[in-house]
């Protein structure tokens, strides 16, 4: 990656953070903290890794991506937006009556999402089914899913890793959002899932753990992810939940609810003068 | 009585599955290591790349076959009906009812007439739980050659899909050269104007003989084969209401949230006067035992129905 690229998603990165903070202040609602640890992953995985194409949403052979932490929607929506799926002014219309971006992922209504979720565990079982069926069809696009860290705690995420594994899903990349909180306090005060790594690793699959805000990270992750064949593939990303902004920063209050006017004006702030940085730099 | 051929409804769907892969490439089958139970093992012996045992993990195989349906697949996905409406609920109605994805879920042993497992494995809950879940289409097949034109009607049909099937040999009755079948029309068996015998699965048949007990005491039933729970087949229904004014419901389910209850609603809504019985199971679990005795006791039987009908 040139340092011209890693600049272009760094500036992608801060317009996503500033898509979420749009649509979950104009929906005062909806979960900022999950969306923003993902921000980064949303960008890499739409404007470096992922085969697809804005115009044609329906390619066939187009990569799949399955938000399975359905409730990140306004990180994946403003990645989408940006990307040139739908209006970028659309984001601001996030969980209101009338609008197509419904609080969580909906297939039918929104270009480029690829699974309707939102109720956790169940988007990496669609993934797998979906790695398995690209196979029966030998379509050679690959499929991606994205998880939290709490989402873990779910009994079927694990019989979808042991699936994942029994029929060889090579063409599968899960990744766990490992930013350490979840509703009720960090995770593993609620219900520790961890070691994660070495309970994938136990579960048959390749495994890299990541810094989830490295580009560069990503970048090594993925091209292994690729170059792995025979078993399936999970990322474990360390990230800091609410990154970007300083008072979300690590904070379980923010996983759910919507900046206020003041706190949105404090987080565009801090947004527009980190973009105006990487644009200077 | 005449010696009737008798066919378990699962072994139907094992067959029109076989023979609808090998005209169509596009469709696989899930099982949750019930295969040989299921019948899907009967697919899986003819094409064995198209056949996949998920284990004991009934939410991954719904999921699963959600997510093999966003990519054109047709998949088939079949374990008990207790764990295939039971225990993976949530994952039909969220991954595959609610982006209205192209799942059959061929669920087989539901009800009583499991028998000898006893009420773990007697789901009776099955319609009221797929009922719920908008667009969902629900049947029930009560013979032979109705499950098998049924289960190739569901291929026909682009959307979710909840067949419910029978452990046990049921007779097969359905002989019409001109016989087919279409989804949420129901069908007239027996002509009759003094009440209206409304079945669905393995009670049609006891609704059948039932019609002709009655007739031999001068009462004409209608006999009705509701094999599509859902969407229900209203007209029928409420002309079957204006023409008899007593209507007896029969199925092998909870009389909570089942056939039952569609009709009631249909006709209570429409403002129609009908003196009207549900007869299924009356809200309590089942329990080890034969078959054949188990519908006996719980009144799923030709001369429980002859009874009902006569005291309404």
Known sequence: MTASEKKQLAINACKVRMGIIEGTHAAKSGHPGGSMSAADLFTYLYFKELNVDPANPKMPERDRFVLSKGHTAPGLYAALALRGFFPWEDLKTLRHIDSYLQGHPNMDMVPGVDMSTGSLGQGISVAAGMALAARVQGNPCRVYTLLGDGEIEEGEVWEALMFAHHYKLDNLCVIIDNNGLQIDGPIDQVMSPYPIAEKLVAFGFETAEIDGHSFDHMEAAFAKARETKGRPFAIVMKTTKGKGVSFMEDQVGWHGKGPNDAEYEQAMAELNQKLAELEAM | ?312
């Open chain 2, 1 to 312: 009585m005449s010696e009737v051929k008798k066919i378990a409804t699962r072994e139907s769907y094992g067959n029109a599955l076989k023979e609808l892969g090998a005209i169509h490439p596009e469709i696989v089958a899930f099982d949750a290591d019930l295969a040989d139970s299921t019948k899907t093992g009967m697919f899986r012996r003819e094409f064995p790349d198209r056949h996949f045992n998920c284990g004991i993990a009934e939410a991954n195989m719904m999921a699963v076959a959600a997510g093999a349906a966003t990519m054109g697949l047709v998949p088939f996905a079949s374990s008990f009906a207790m764990f295939a409406s039971g225990r993976a609920y949530e994952q039909i109605r969220n991954s595959i009812g609610y982006p209205r994805l192209n799942v059959k879920i061929c669920a087989s042993h539901a009800g009583i007439s499991v028998g000898e497992d006893g009420a773990s494995h007697q789901c009776c809950e099955d319609f009221a739980l797929m009922r719920s879940i908008p667009g969902m289409v629900v049947m029930c097949p009560a013979d032979d050659v109705e499950a098998r034109a049924m289960v190739k009607a569901a291929y026909a049909y682009n959307g979710p899909v909840y067949i419910r099937l029978g452990r046990s040999p049921v007779p097969v009755f359905e002989h019409r050269p001109d016989y087919s079948f279409t989804i949420g029309k129901g069908e007239v068996l027996v002509e009759g104007d003094d009440v209206a015998i409304i079945a669905t699965g393995l009670m049609v048949y006891e609704a059948m003989e039932a019609a002709k007990l009655l007739a031999e005491q001068g009462v004409h039933a209608r006999v009705i084969n509701m094999a599509t729970i859902k969407p229900l087949d209203e007209e029928l229904v409420l002309k079957a209401a204006r023409e008899c004014g007593r209507i007896v419901t029969c199925e092998e389910h909870s009389i909570v949230g089942g056939l039952g209850e569609a009709v009631c609603t249909t006709i209570a809504e429409a403002g129609l006067a009908c003196r009207l019985k549900r007869i299924g199971v009356n809200d309590v679990f089942g329990h080890s035992g034969p078959a054949a005795a188990l519908l006996k006791e719980f009144g799923l039987s030709a001369e429980h129905i002859t009874e009902v009908v006569l005291s309404l």
